[in-house]
């Protein structure tokens, strides 16, 4: 069974909009961690947030926005006043705490387009 | 601010051949991954280590070997390689192996098995 649902795999939006990527998961620890990188044309995997499963409050780090929904399991991505440089893929993972060393684990992945 | 360092960045092999990449990493992380990337699949793990000498399979670890001889290198290889294994490989190291534990990424290795 999928731990990370990206069900989106394209979106498009306007400079200077906000967009919202979807996520959801599934496990049944207890505690977790969800996060977010981006990957631009250019490659490379960044780090941009990440959520608790024990925090309360929703994560944000600048621009992003994490709004995390537990009884829902989901956890989707928030960017606001969308930049060109925004365009790219984005992933959502989750690292479980089941053992005490669990790989994170990764979705299938959305790309962003930010028209001009 | 080296980071996770990723050798060869590119490279061509033939169905058959041998191969290895090398992730070195100079954070003195204890946990190392290995993934690949394919269209329309994110990243999936190979093998991954927690630490000096130990590794573990992960999602697709068939047609890969690994060894971690020392902290700060995770060796991946390919002893036969088939056109299935063309793919972006991303070595990853993390300081904690708990759910707070952030990856730091290499650059990626572009493989293309012809």
């Known amino acids: 069974a999928q731990k990370i649902t990206q069900t989106q795999p394209g979106m498009f939006v306007q400079e200077k909009e906000a967009v919202t990527l979807d996520c959801t998961y599934d496990?049944?620890?207890?505690?977790?961690?969800l996060f977010w990188y981006k990957q631009p044309s250019s490659g490379e995997m960044i780090f941009l947030i990440y959520q608790g499963s024990y925090d309360e409050q929703n994560a944000t780090e600048g621009r992003y926005s994490l709004n995390f929904q537990k009884a829902r399991k989901s956890a989707n991505l928030v960017i606001s006043a969308s930049q060109l440089g925004d365009s790219a893929m984005y992933f959502c993972a989750m690292r479980e705490a089941r053992s005490g060393n669990t790989p994170l684990v990764f979705g299938k992945g959305t790309r962003l387009s930010v028209i001009a | 601010n080296a980071g996770v360092t990723q050798t060869p960045k590119f490279r061509v092999l033939k169905t058959g051949q041998s191969m290895t990449l090398l992730c070195a990493q100079d954070m003195n992380h204890e946990y190392m991954y290995w993934y690949r990337q394919d269209p329309g699949m994110g990243l999936r793990l190979i093998h991954y280590s927690v630490g000096e000498g130990t590794t573990a399979k992960g999602e697709v670890p068939d047609g890969y070997n690994v060894s971690r001889l020392k902290k700060q290198n995770f060796l991946l290889g390919l002893e036969s390689a088939a056109p299935s294994q063309t793919s972006v490989y991303f070595c990853a190291s993390s300081r904690s192996g708990r759910a707070t534990g952030e990856l730091f990424f290499g650059e990626g290795s572009r493989l293309t098995v012809l």
């Open positions: 496990t049944s620890d207890q505690s977790y961690g």
